[in-house]
């Protein structure tokens, strides 16, 4: 199972983007789905979450900048960032509970990563 990501590029500072990710529609269900990202010499760290009932976490330093939101009939989720700053610079990593079949236990997967830059 390959989550597809996209959305990122090279934004100034104060600007927005929006990310996607979708996980295959063949795949029996999906619990929970987000984000992490990963700067450059720092370890990677949960930028938000969404459950399949739409229950959302966020950490701190986005709250009020990044908002994630989830379509279940697509099995794509997407990450609204707004007021980006440079420290947001990061490779950004969508990630999906899933359990492929009803026979399948839960296992968690990962999208490619995707290149997301602030800087003027």
């Known amino acids: 199972v390959q989550l597809q990501a996209s959305g990122g590029g090279l934004v100034q500072p104060g600007g927005s983007l929006r990310l996607s990710c979708a996980a295959p529609g063949s795949i029996f269900s999906i619990n929970l789905m987000g984000w992490f990202r990963q700067a450059p010499g720092k370890q990677r760290e949960l930028v938000a979450g969404i459950s399949s009932s739409g229950r959302t976490t966020y950490v701190d330093a986005v709250k009020g900048r990044f908002t994630i939101s989830r379509d279940n009939a697509k099995n794509t989720i997407y990450l609204q960032m707004n007021s980006l700053e440079p420290e947001d610079t990061a490779v950004y990593y969508c990630?999906?509970?899933?359990?492929?079949?009803?026979?399948?236990?839960?296992?968690?997967?990962w999208g490619q990563g995707t290149q997301v830059t602030v800087s003027s």
């Open positions: 990630f999906a509970g899933i359990r492929i079949t009803e026979w399948s236990n839960w296992r968690d997967y």
